[in-house]
């Protein structure tokens, strides 16, 4: 069974910076394409960032590009989004999905950021 | 920019059939984009209902289909049922690794 769980998020000051991670398990984790998708509260899902299975290949969405990084360890079987510079509009459950025929498929259960002061 | 458009809101009665839709801005959709389509309730995170077009996800009921309709992609649901009342989202492949959702829609059995 896929399962993915996501990690990290938490609450921090805007300008400041978090790493969240995703655990894979029940896949072989190194042969898929992997996303982050968020969610801010009330609105609707926006897809950030996706990563090809060795990791040379990255893309993010125009709003997060120069500020998010993503990044993965096949040897770890996990994902990760180093978020930089955060702003109030960051403030959002944060997903990792897998990929399967160009479409987040399997999806984890989320973790929240909130930027405040 | 390229802006993924669905309607904001819609109703059903129970048993009735509804179809939901998944447009461009600019241009028409077609199966090159890879339309999915998600079901989410409040609190929950998104479940895949459809992916390519047309192809059910794993424990989808057949109630649920996909498809191209004109110039966009479309959910049908067919026997709609309370536990339908959710939101829904379809999304869309840009190419070059890029995929853009669209806005949403509330959907409401009554």
């Known amino acids: 069974e896929v399962q993915l769980v996501e990690s990290g998020g938490g609450l921090v000051k805007p300008g400041g910076s978090l790493r969240l991670s995703c655990a894979a398990s029940?896949?072989?984790?190194?042969?898929?394409?992997m996303n982050w998708v968020r969610q801010a509260p009330g609105k609707g899902l926006e897809w950030v960032s996706c990563?090809?299975?060795?990791?040379?290949?990255?893309h993010y969405a125009d709003s997060v590009k120069g500020r998010f990084t993503i990044s993965r360890d096949n040897t770890k079987d996990s994902l990760y989004l180093q978020i930089n510079s955060l702003r109030a509009e960051d403030t959002a459950v944060y997903y990792c999905?897998?990929?399967?025929?160009?479409?987040?498929?399997?999806w984890g259960q989320g973790t929240l950021v909130t930027v405040s002061s | 920019q390229t802006v993924v458009t669905q309607e904001p809101s819609f109703s059903v009665s129970p048993g009735g059939t509804v179809t939901l839709t998944c447009g461009l801005n600019?241009?028409?959709?077609?199966?090159?984009?890879?339309p999915s389509w998600y079901q989410q309730t409040p609190g929950q995170p998104p479940r895949t209902l459809i992916y390519?077009?047309?192809t059910r996800s794993s424990g989808v009921p057949d109630r649920f289909s996909g498809s191209i309709l004109g110039n966009k992609a479309a959910l049908t649901i067919t026997g709609a049922q309370a536990d339908d009342e959710s939101d829904y989202y379809c999304?869309?492949?840009?190419?070059?690794?890029?995929?853009?959702f669209g806005g949403g829609t509330k959907l409401t059995v009554l």
């Open positions: 999905a897998r990929d399967l025929a160009r479409t987040p498929l399997n």
């Open positions: 029940g896949f072989i984790f190194k042969t898929y394409v």
């Open positions: 990563i090809g299975g060795s990791g040379t290949n990255t």
């Open positions: 600019s241009g028409s959709v077609s199966t090159d984009y890879y």
């Open positions: 390519s077009t047309s």
């Open positions: 999304i869309l492949y840009m190419g070059g690794g890029i995929w853009v």
